[in-house]
C-alpha cells in the first residue's frame, strides 16, 4: 500500500490542479465573470499560496508544484474577476 500512496497523491495534485484550467480558458474566452464568486476566489487563492508557502518551508517539491500552478491558474480567475468589476 505505501507503493501507492504517491501515485494517489500525484492523481489528487493532477487533478485539483487542472481542475482550473477550464474556468480560466472559459473566462479568457468569454470575459464573463459574473458567475465566478469574489469572497470564494480571495479565499482560495490565500488558501493555496498558503500552501505553497507550507511546501517550500518544508521542501515539498510535490507540495510546491501542485500548490504554485493551482495558485497561478486560480490568482488569474480572481485578477480577471476583479478586473471585470471595474
Known sequence: MDALTPAIGAIAACCTTASFLPQVLQIVRTGDTRAISLPMYVLFVTGVSCWLIY???RSDG???????IT????GAVLVLKVRSLR
Do not use: I, K, Q
Open 71 to 74: 495558485t497561478l491558474l486560480s
Open 62 to 68: 510535490p507540495v510546491v508544484v501542485a500548490n504554485g
Open 55 to 57: 511546501g517550500l518551508l
